[in-house]
Structure formats: C-alpha cells, structure tokens
C-alpha cells in the first residue's frame, strides 16, 4: 500500500513552455502533498506544500507564480512549471501524506520527474 | 528548529564488509527520524524508520538504525555490504512542530568496493 505516482517520468521541453508533472496517491486518500526539487548530486529541498482544497505554501525563494501547484482532489496533486527555462532543469519528486491522525509524518515518495529544458 | 547532519558526504566500503552511515539530529521535541536510499536517477525508498517504539529499528534489505536520545543520533549500519547497496541514502527527520514537513540530511554517497 501507499503507492506514489509521478507522470511523466521524464520530460524534455524548449525553453519558454510550460510543462505539468502530476503526482497521485494511488491506494490512499492524501490530505497533504509536497514537491521537492532535487539538483544533481543534491538532497531534496521542499517547494511547496499543499493541502487539498486550499492554497499551497511555498518556501522562501520558490516563486508561486512560476510554479503553480494545485491539489483539487485527495489523489491528485500538479505542479506546473511556467515559462521553463534551463535553470529549471532537475529532478522534481512528490510525496504524499496519508489522511488520518499522523503520529510520525510519514511521507511517501514518488518516482520523480526529469525535466530538462532546451 | 530540526535539523539534520549527516557527517560523511562519501563512504566506500568493500563488498562484505560493514557499513555504517552516520546521522546527527537536532530537534526541541521527540522526532521522528527516517532512513531513505536512492538509486541513480530513481525516487526514494524507505529504509527504516524510527517513531518513539524500540530504539533499535530494523529495515529492509539487512539495514538497522540505532536511536540515541544522549547522542541525538541515528546511524544507519548494515553487517555485510552487498554492490546493489551502492546508493544514495538520505536520514530525515520531523517532529510535531514542523507541521507536517520533513527536514533531509545532505546525503551520504555510498560507494561497494568489488
């Protein structure tokens, strides 16, 4: 169970274009999805967290009108990168947080995206 | 405020012999703390994780993390290394107050000598 999926896995797109990564829970209903943007040879840094229904939360330095994020429904959450640029190439995960009382904040991670901008 | 060090950027070992990745936290309440590995070009998998129950904590794949409150560590050990173990592994941590996120360690790059 808790069972992440990203699509696509990988994207290549020129530069001025706007690409959409989807990220779904596919055996839970998840209350809470984050992105993560991890650069190579990197750890993951948070981009944004969002929460079903409501506005996402960005953290300091991720710009919200370039990447846009919306969770409409507890199994599906999009990012969408605006007027990609080169810069914006890395390797973008999600996970997703199972609905329910959390004791430990577990979170469960998809497979990620490449992307890469021409 | 959470933070997490983990000490080695790199560690090589050769195939058979123990590993042991280090973690150090820091957190003003009980965390939670995770071991993840990854793979070239994949996503994550968890390991092991730790959530107040036994301070010893056995994953998957012969992995096992010690939780030591005195020390706020969580080191990742393994008895035997094996070359598919070659990976990145991440050690994470949360607690109550990060509403719902969670804190990764810079990586360590672990490399299995043939």
């Known amino acids: 169970g808790a069972v992440v999926s990203q699509h696509p896995s990988w994207v290549i797109c020129k530069s001025g274009t706007s690409v959409k990564i989807e990220c779904r829970s596919l055996?839970?209903?998840?209350?809470?999805m984050f992105w993560y943007r991890q650069f190579p040879k990197q750890s993951l840094m948070l981009m944004a967290t969002?929460?079903?229904?409501?506005?996402?939360?960005?953290e300091q330095g991720v710009e919200k009108d370039k990447f846009l994020i919306n969770h409409a429904s507890l199994t599906l959450s999009t990012l969408t990168v605006t007027s990609a640029h080169p810069e914006d190439s890395s390797f973008y995960i999600c996970s997703a947080r199972q609905r329910g009382p959390s004791s430990y904040n577990e979170q469960f991670f998809g497979p990620g995206t490449r992307l890469t901008v021409l | 405020a959470q933070s997490v060090t983990q000490l080695d950027s790199h560690v090589s070992v050769s195939e058979g012999t123990p590993v042991l990745l280090r973690c150090n936290y820091s957190s003003s309440y009980s965390p939670s703390l995770f071991w993840y590995v990854q793979h070239p070009n994949k996503g994550l998998q968890l390991l092991l994780k730790?959530?107040?129950?036994?301070?010893l904590v056995k994953g998957i794949n012969g992995f096992e993390a010690e939780f030591k409150k005195s020390e706020t560590s969580f080191h990742l050990t393994k008895p035997s290394a094996h070359m598919s173990d070659a990976a990145e592994y991440f050690c994470v941590v949360s607690d109550r107050t990060s509403y719902d996120k969670v804190i990764f360690g810079p990586g360590t790059s672990l490399s299995v000598i043939p």
């Open positions: 730790y959530t107040s129950a036994a301070t």
């Open positions: 055996d839970f209903q998840a209350t809470t």
């Open positions: 969002s929460n079903e229904g409501s506005k996402a939360t960005y």
